[in-house]
């Protein structure tokens, strides 16, 4: 009887253990399965939902904070004055206000500006600066600097300022070329004088043509983002989530001069090419193809054969130019630049763009429902392959540089000639009194449209009997040397 009872406990006993065995064995393959490799083979009853996106080695969303920290010391805020005078007359406030309505007045604006060397260059907006007499820079720590213009180019809307400073923050240079559309961006300005602003938002779209530029040989393909941007943001940054610059910015579209959900910015790709050019010529290097183009349409694309609805129809070639040496031809579509799809008249001259007089790349374009590529060797305005020194009728006489008057200033004084001192030096200008913002009329009684027209008429800078025009508070002067 004993022996049986302990037969029957043994029994139990094992039983007991086997239990607690197979329990336990479950229980740890449960654990393996949600960690190891088979895991997705598990259930996930018990599982905890994760984010799938990926930034910077963490699990949740975009992180933005880098990108904001590495650039928004390298933002500054870029201040202007000019002074000006009413010259349209309305009699109405002559009468009430007398004289006093003609009085010249200081005018202030502000804008921003990218730092992208240690030793002060900075790029802004050459609308930011265009006709300003005195720029000043205040920098993120408040320390606030006078700025020269190294150059400007009105067709890019891309003007590069330099400060004496060393040390300097500064935001190095990314690809525009492989933005994606969706992707985060960062806009870094200071709109409104709030100074150190930063806002978010997507690539909304790429190679857009708005027609602010206003200038003939205008070169926009716009980033579009949907980053806040508003009035004093113009010349900041656009910045990717890696704190690398991919733009300036430059405009807004809008019904009221506030945000209305778009932003756009000038790519960077465009703006190092600028810069370059500048830094070195003073001048921005354009290379012209010699095309007149428009978009290509429906029915062009069906009468040239064309599989998509892209690229760029040539509607003329320009004798002697770069196209008619390459062998197109009006009324071909140009595909492709140095291998690198064009899409729009936009992506043409962005891609166009980053090209000098002299330089060779390829071209590729569809004639007859058949694409062919060809060298093509890029020329200038004047339709050769020389570096352009300076500006076309800019340069620097007895000490002052001078620039012909812009379509603004002409309709403002009611004049179709003179020049504008831009910047002025030691030399006869300064020692007479002449500053920045004066416009010059007339040499010794002869009127002048042209750096190059002073230079003739003085005889290379070496007579001048006479000398009439406009201070920049409106004042004419006017003096005569005698012998």
């Not at 022996?3 to 239990?19: E, I, R, V």
């Not at 229980?27 to 598990?42: H, Q, R, V």
């Not at 009329?441 to 003085?458: F, G, Q």
Request: glycine share 10%.
């Amino acid at each position: 009887m004993k022996a049986k009872n302990l037969f029957g406990a043994l029994l139990m006993a094992l039983f007991g253990a086997l239990l607690a065995l197979f329990a336990y064995t479950r229980l740890e393959g449960k654990k393996a399965g949600l960690a190891g490799n088979d895991g997705l083979k598990s259930s996930i009853t018990d599982a905890r939902p994760v984010l799938t996106s990926m930034q910077q080695g963490s699990a949740g969303p975009v992180d933005l904070t880098f990108a904001a920290e590495q650039t928004v010391h390298a933002v500054v805020h870029v201040k202007t004055s000019a002074t000006v005078s009413i010259k349209d007359m309305n009699p109405l406030m002559e009468f009430f206000y007398g004289d006093r309505y003609r009085v010249p007045r200081e005018v202030k604006g502000y804008g921003s500006g990218v730092i992208i060397t240690s030793d002060g260059y900075i790029i802004t907006n050459n609308h930011v600066i265009e006709n300003a007499e005195k720029i000043s820079v205040t920098l993120n720590d408040n320390r606030e600097f006078e700025a020269k213009v190294v150059g400007r180019d009105a067709s890019t809307d891309i003007a590069l300022l330099k400060i004496k400073a060393d040390n300097l923050p500064y935001i190095k240079y990314g690809d525009s070329d492989q933005l994606r559309l969706g992707e985060w961006v960062l806009a870094v300005g200071n709109p409104f004088n709030l100074t150190s602003t930063v806002t978010a938002g997507i690539v909304s779209a790429k190679g857009r043509s708005l027609g602010v530029t206003g200038d003939t040989y205008k070169i926009e393909s716009f980033i579009q983002t949907d980053a806040a941007v508003n009035m004093g943001n113009s010349g900041g940054a656009l910045v990717n989530t890696a704190g690398q610059l991919v733009g300036i910015t430059c405009a807004i579209v809008t019904p009221n001069d506030g945000y209305a959900g778009n932003s756009f910015a000038i790519p960077v790709n465009i703006v190092k090419k600028i810069v370059e050019d500048l830094k070195q010529y003073g001048v921005a290097q354009r290379a012209i193809i010699g095309v007149s183009i428009e978009e290509v349409t429906p029915e062009i694309a069906d009468r040239q054969g064309l599989k998509e609805i892209r690229g760029a129809h040539i509607t003329a070639i320009t004798p002697r130019g770069a196209a008619e040496a390459a062998g197109l031809r009006a009324k071909d579509v140009i595909t492709k630049v140095n291998n690198i799809p064009v899409s729009s008249v936009a992506d043409l001259q962005e891609q166009v763009g980053k090209f000098r007089p002299g330089d060779q790349t390829s071209i590729s374009f569809i004639r007859n429902g058949k694409e062919t590529t060809v060298p093509i060797t890029m020329k200038n305005i004047d339709n050769n392959t020389s570096v352009v020194k300076t500006e076309i009728g800019t340069g620097v006489v007895f000490g002052a540089k001078l620039e012909p008057l812009s379509n603004d200033e002409r309709e403002t004084y009611n004049i179709d000639y003179g020049v504008k001192v831009t910047d002025i030096s030691d030399g006869r200008f300064r020692d007479l009194g002449m500053r920045k913002g004066y416009i010059i009329l007339k040499v010794n009684n002869e009127k002048v449209k042209t750096a190059s027209d002073v230079k003739r008429i003085t005889g290379d800078e070496q007579t001048l009997n006479a000398i009439e025009g406009i201070e920049s508070n409106g004042t004419v002067f006017s003096y005569s040397f005698h012998r």
